[in-house]
């Protein structure tokens, strides 16, 4: 079974920075993209970035150049580095996984206050 574990998560003021961690299991990690999104109160889930089982990435134009997305295949772990957090920031983040038909976290909430 599936399951991916978020982490990470909390209150920073602008300007800041935060590292989200999602730790995988029940599949074979390295061999599936692995994503993040986010949710903000009121809209729709977007995504953010995602890595491919090769190493490469995708960036949402609102994050591109502060977000940075990782993985480490022998940690089953995928993070998301935020730098120059922005209030518009704010939302739960949720971990995605490509394997199967999709498997996603139960999201951690991020807050940047101004």
């Known amino acids: 079974q599936v399951q991916l574990v978020e982490s990470g998560g909390g209150l920073v003021r602008a300007g800041g920075s935060l590292t989200l961690s999602c730790a995988a299991s029940g599949y074979r990690f390295g061999f599936n993209a692995m994503g993040w999104y986010r949710q903000a109160a009121g809209k729709q889930r977007e995504f953010v970035a995602d890595i491919t089982s090769g190493g490469s990435t995708n960036y949402a134009y609102a994050v591109k150049g502060r977000f940075t997305i990782s993985r480490d295949n022998g940690k089953n772990t995928v993070y998301l580095q935020m730098n120059s957090l922005k209030p518009e920031d704010t939302a739960v983040y949720y971990c995605?996984?490509?394997?199967?038909?999709?498997?996603w976290g139960q999201g951690t909430q991020v807050t940047v206050s101004s």
């Open positions: 995605w996984s490509g394997s199967g038909s999709g498997n």
